[in-house]
């Protein structure tokens, strides 16, 4: 059984230049969320998606997009990227909410942006 | 306001010992879970152990342990007979009704495992 799997793990972009990060959740996983990991920091929750839809969303600028797909899997979109931007990105998947409910994380894109 | 503090930015212990990491968290919600990820260079979040705010026991999963204290508002992670794998990033998180389920993190503890 495939857990979670991004894509690409790796990527250098400019700034200004737009990026699309792709996540495949944990077979039978309908919930996606997006997480923005800083150096040395811990991750900060970007958005989640569940049916389709945002279901809710952090502390970032709408330059931070996403969608998912009829599959579950899920996109998380960067516009007009800043130097800022550099982290790891991590997508998590799971199966509906709830305190208890164990998030499955993937490997992450680490993105660099100069 | 929903928060998780970890105030050991480094840790050591020696191979085959038990070690503790700390964590405290923040909330009003009488409801909420507690979670603790280790994090290797790879970059992957690993699930390792789970406590919930009703839980009358405390959390065991193999080697690891969480001590729960309620009124301390504290959930230590206690790794016995540590291994030089171990050696990682180890970050403590939380879930609330409050915050919508998404999980906060803390700032993550980083341990090393000596020979």
């Known amino acids: 059984d495939a857990g979670v799997t991004q894509s690409p793990t790796h990527l250098i972009k400019t700034r200004g230049q737009q990026v699309t990060l792709r996540c495949s959740p944990k077979?039978?996983?309908?919930?996606v969320s997006w997480y923005q990991q800083a150096l040395g920091q811990g991750p900060q929750f970007i958005f989640q998606y569940y049916e389709e839809e945002e279901r809710q969303r952090g502390n970032f600028p709408d330059r931070f997009s996403g969608h998912q797909f009829p599959n579950y899997s899920s996109e998380l979109n960067v516009n007009a990227l800043l130097l800022g931007d550099s982290a790891l990105y991590l997508c998590a998947s799971s199966l509906r909410q709830g305190v208890n409910t164990e998030a499955f994380f993937g490997q992450g894109t680490r993105l660099t942006v100069v | 306001a929903q928060k998780i503090t970890q105030t050991q930015p480094g840790m050591f212990v020696q191979e085959k010992e038990a070690v503790t990491l700390d964590c405290t968290y923040d909330t009003s919600d009488p409801s909420y879970g507690l979670f603790w990820y280790k994090q290797p260079s790879s970059g992957e979040m690993i699930f390792l152990i789970y406590q919930g705010s009703y839980d009358q026991q405390n959390a065991t999963e193999g080697r690891y342990s969480l001590n729960f204290q309620k009124a301390r508002k504290s959930a230590n992670l206690v790794i016995s007979a540590s291994q030089l794998g171990d050696s990682a990033m180890y970050f403590c998180?939380?879930?609330?009704?409050?915050?919508?389920?998404?999980?906060?993190f803390g700032s993550g503890t980083r341990l090393l495992v000596r020979p």
């Open positions: 077979s039978g996983h309908d919930t």
């Open positions: 998180a939380m879930k609330t009704v409050d915050s919508s389920y998404k999980l906060i």
